[in-house]
């Protein structure tokens, strides 16, 4: 389902990805932890087309979601990298640390932004992953009033429109209460049972307990770490 191969990454001359490369299948979980700053979260852009690698190829299904296209001329010897944003967009829902909720509408009305089939909307909101997000409760409420769990809710279930194959989550547990942490965890266990693929950046322990593989980030190096060490080796990571 994901295949992601030496994708480098730099911000003016301070290098933040060195070649990162995994691999996902359906029905896989990803964990990626780090210290702060590592470059986690320019990874997770990365996957989801909101930034440019310097170099690397991510595929999604077999298709190239960044490339590196044909040199363009005499003093471009290698070519810019191009992405394909109707495959990403097709193939990913993305859940960043800041939410995309536009605060002064409701929460219906943020939703009707990403599922413009209202049938849809409603048949999710009662019986589909916003019902099981719990968004129905307080779909009528302005974004704005929301609190961190409920908008987090609602950013998770905007990352579902259209239900992609592949879910990209940066951090989604941060600073939320246990119960909605625990709520979160549940809706990924059936997520992954329904054979989708979850890419996720996280230091929680719920959320870990779901990876079937784990990476740590570190200095610009991802790195799997063992399932028989990994107590080991998170200890002091952070």
């Not at 003093?75 to 944003?85: E, F, V, Y």
Request: hydrophobic share 40%; aromatic share 6%.
């Amino acid at each position: 389902m994901i295949t992601v191969t030496g994708i480098s990454s730099s911000y003016g001359k301070r290098q933040i990805l060195k070649g990162a490369s995994f691999t996902a299948g359906k029905g896989e979980c990803i964990g990626i932890v780090g210290a702060n700053g590592c470059g986690k979260s320019t990874f997770l852009s990365i996957l989801a087309g909101v930034l440019r690698p310097d170099a690397g190829t991510v595929l999604y299904g077999g298709r190239a979601a960044w490339r590196r296209s044909a040199a363009g001329g005499r003093g471009n010897r290698s070519g810019r990298m191009r992405c394909d944003r109707e495959l990403i967009r097709r193939m990913t829902g993305y859940v960043p640390q800041e939410n995309p909720l536009m605060p002064e509408l409701s929460v219906y009305d943020n939703l009707r932004l990403w599922y413009p089939d209202k049938e849809e909307l409603l048949h999710e909101l009662k019986d589909g992953f916003l019902g099981v997000l719990g968004i129905g409760e307080f779909v009528t409420e302005r974004a704005g009033k929301l609190s961190g769990g409920m908008k987090k809710r609602v950013s998770i279930g905007i990352a579902m429109a259209g239900m992609p194959p592949v879910l990209l989550m940066d951090e989604p547990g941060a600073a939320l209460d246990l119960v909605c942490k625990e709520d979160i965890r549940k809706y990924l266990q059936l997520y992954l049972a329904r054979h989708g693929t979850v890419v996720i950046a996280t230091h929680e322990e719920g959320e870990l307990s779901l990876c079937d593989k784990l990476y740590v980030m570190k200095n610009g190096v991802l790195s799997q770490i063992d399932r028989n060490l990994r107590g080991e080796a998170l200890t002091g990571l952070f």
